[in-house]
């Protein structure tokens, strides 16, 4: 009612304010939950070399003598560290900022890659069709029937011993941006692909057709803009199944190394502590690892239910 | 159904020789077999003798066609560091994988047929929120954290469970020795078990329920309803029954998958299977073993792919066979 009392043009903030999305989210409190704690995480984990107190990278702020301290509410803690140190005797708190801002990195880039590559892919085989379209679907089909993982896995198995873990270390985060990146191409080529096949038979492409635009103009600025919800609905799920992958990779020795850790590989390092009693270098990790993922998945489910209903069988 | 069934089978053969392909220029790549052969103390002259006799300065091509034609009698060279056939050894180790999917398998199947059944029959009901709730935090712990999560809560902590190994295994035939036959081996296959289950329980769970929700509105099921038949046996016959295709289906996809999630099993609990052997493997660049691992794993999900989409169209009427052959 308040847009018909209202004098003037609503601004754009405005408009986005009373869609029905914006008030399917309030309404929401789990999504809003989510998205605080998403920002929150994000923010701190992007700032982290301003708000860290050490720099968990520079050697010389480091001292072995500091370490397996535990977190400050444990007894034997050093007031300094407040979530007790790692290993190497490296702030666990300074460590985990890193090491969440390089996982998320890791993970936005990765699905960006993803989206890139499946995007194009999915526009061209539904909008040229024909022989093209079989093959690429053809192709989808035995990509997504191999494990992600897998692949993952063997393809940084293999780099590593062929460039020997010096090199492969200095490089890592190139490596995992790129397997992962380039591994789930399908899941974005087959939705979008679909979504264009709906598209194309609509009067507006005909009308661009008519007005003698070309394909790549059809394709990016007319039909796209139209297949972006179920693009995004993926792109949550994406990004909580790449974190996970990064962890998952980093944890068995594939992914960043024990000097540039992510949140993986953390977890890896205070795993062969754990049997000593040095818990948290594996807990607190953890810990915001599952966060991170949980609320990136409660966004992804808020906004399938909100965007596309039917897309539910993912 | 029989072009179908061909069709099939040649893209299978395909992407088997795409796989020996990449596992052949691995091999080409990385490490030189003359070294593990005869180390370092050989003259330059002696050396291109060898490579010579070893057919190594053959072309590319001619390589590969005769790594084809080793791997398809089975050779895959010989490991680096056990220093006997690469299949022998993975075929070793494969039986301890095979349990640990099928323990984890067994437990899939068990659980998220009924809370799936469950948590779509009373959508509204409290315990059916805590089930979906707890299945989508279950979707985001990784494996490796749920495992040592459990290590730490059932072995370090209460020491209740072993937290590595398989125990005493009984010795089945051949290279076969199970874990379930005594109730030490039950002991230690059920953690690693869990864990492996953790990852894909919450999806099966989410899958079956939204399956069996869209079953229950259909006619079908109401005209049963309205005859008076007990609705259980509506549920878990009349309904049950046609959600279990895409089950199936994605079931089928998903053993494949679960093989990847038992390098990572494997790893936190020590168990002496395939994937552990690999990560081995990787860290000692035994090349042979790494390459017919892949070869091994790759054959498998063709394999298992294969039958589930021919299962499939065998199973559903309305695949259209002719055209999904084209």
């Given at each position: 009612m308040s847009s018909m009392v209202d004098t003037g043009e609503p601004t754009r903030l405005q408009r986005i304010w009373q869609s029905n999305m914006a008030y399917s989210f309030r309404r929401n409190p789990v999504a809003v939950v989510s998205l605080v704690i998403f920002l929150i995480i994000a923010v701190m984990s992007l700032l982290a070399p301003v708000i860290a107190p050490f720099d968990p990278y520079d050697p010389a702020s480091i001292d072995i003598m500091n370490s397996e301290y535990p977190p400050a509410w444990v007894e034997g803690s050093e007031p300094e560290f407040i979530l007790g140190t790692d290993d190497q005797g490296r702030d666990l708190w300074s460590t985990i900022l890193y090491g969440t801002r390089l996982s998320l990195i890791i993970g936005l880039c990765a699905v960006g890659l993803q989206a890139f590559l499946g995007i194009s892919i999915g526009l061209i085989a539904g909008?040229?069709?024909?022989?093209?379209?079989?093959?690429?679907?053809?192709?989808?089909?035995?990509?997504l029937s191999f494990s992600t993982?897998?692949?993952?896995?063997?393809?940084?198995?293999?780099?590593?011993?062929?460039?020997?873990?010096?090199?492969?270390?200095?490089?890592?985060?190139?490596?995992?941006?790129?397997?992962?990146?380039v591994a789930e191409w399908p899941q974005y080529a087959r939705t979008v692909r679909a979504t264009v096949l709906a598209e194309k038979r609509k009067e507006y492409v005909d009308s661009a057709r008519v007005l003698g635009f070309g394909a790549g103009?059809?394709?990016?600025?007319?039909?796209?803009?139209?297949?972006?919800?179920?693009?995004?609905?993926?792109?949550?799920?994406?990004v909580a199944n790449a974190i996970i992958s990064e962890a998952s990779l980093s944890f068995l020795g594939l992914g960043m190394p024990p000097s540039q850790p992510s949140l993986g590989s953390l977890i890896s390092s205070g795993f062969d502590y754990i049997f000593s009693g040095s818990w948290w270098i594996t807990a607190i990790p953890g810990v915001v690892l599952v966060v991170l993922v949980l609320v990136i998945n409660l966004l992804g489910d808020w906004m399938r239910d909100v965007l596309n209903p039917k897309l539910y069988k993912g | 159904m029989l072009a179908y069934l061909v069709?099939?089978?040649?893209?299978?053969?395909?992407?088997?020789?795409?796989?020996?392909?990449?596992?052949?220029?691995?091999?080409?790549?990385?490490?030189?077999?003359?070294?593990?052969?005869?180390?370092?103390?050989?003259?330059?002259?002696?050396?291109?003798q060898l490579r010579d006799e070893l057919g190594l300065n053959d072309s590319f091509f001619t390589q590969y066609l005769r790594f084809l034609g080793n791997a398809v009698q089975g050779d895959l060279g010989t490991s680096y560091f056990f220093k006997e056939p690469a299949v022998d050894v993975i075929?070793?180790?494969?039986?301890?994988?095979?349990?640990?999917?099928?323990?984890?398998?067994?437990?899939?199947?068990?659980?998220?047929?009924?809370?799936g059944v469950y948590t779509a029959i009373k959508p509204n009901h409290v315990l059916a929120k805590v089930i979906m709730g707890a299945s989508i935090v279950g979707i985001s712990i990784p494996v490796f954290l749920t495992a040592i999560l459990m290590i730490y809560v059932f072995s370090v902590e209460y020491q209740w469970l072993p937290s590595y190994g398989r125990g005493d295994v009984v010795h089945v035939f051949g290279y076969w020795d199970t874990n379930f036959a005594s109730l030490d081996g039950w002991s230690h296959i059920l953690l690693p078990s869990i864990a492996l289950a953790s990852i894909m329980l919450p999806l099966f769970v989410r899958l079956i329920r939204a399956e069996m929700m869209e079953v229950l509105q259909s006619e079908y099921v109401k005209y049963a309803k309205a005859k008076g038949i007990h609705p259980f046996r509506i549920y878990f016959v009349h309904a049950l029954k046609n959600t279990l295709l895409p089950v199936i289906t994605v079931g089928g996809v998903q053993i494949g998958t679960m093989v990847a999630y038992t390098i990572l099993t494997e790893t936190v609990f020590q168990w002496p299977g395939m994937g552990f052997m690999f990560l081995e493997a990787v860290n000692r660049v035994d090349t042979p073993l790494i390459v017919a691992y892949l070869i091994v794993v790759g054959f498998i999900f063709v394999v298992t792919n294969t039958i589930v989409d021919l299962i499939y169209g065998l199973v559903n009427p309305t695949v259209n066979l002719a055209r999904m052959g084209a």
């Open positions: 909008y040229i069709g024909g022989r093209l379209d079989n093959i690429l679907m053809r192709l989808a089909d035995i990509q993982l897998m692949v993952a896995i063997i393809f940084l198995a293999v780099t590593q011993a062929m460039f020997g873990s010096e090199t492969f270390n200095q490089y890592a985060i190139f490596f995992l941006i790129a397997v992962i990146g103009r059809i394709m990016v600025r007319h039909i796209l803009p139209n297949s972006l919800s179920p693009i995004f609905v993926i792109s949550t799920v994406q | 069709k099939r089978l040649f893209q299978a053969i395909a992407v088997m020789l795409a796989i020996s392909l990449i596992g052949f220029a691995i091999q080409d790549n990385l490490g030189d077999p003359l070294r593990e052969l005869v180390g370092q103390s050989v003259s330059e002259e002696t050396r291109q075929l070793k180790k494969l039986p301890a994988t095979l349990e640990l999917v099928f323990g984890a398998t067994l437990i899939i199947v068990g659980l998220s047929v009924p809370l």
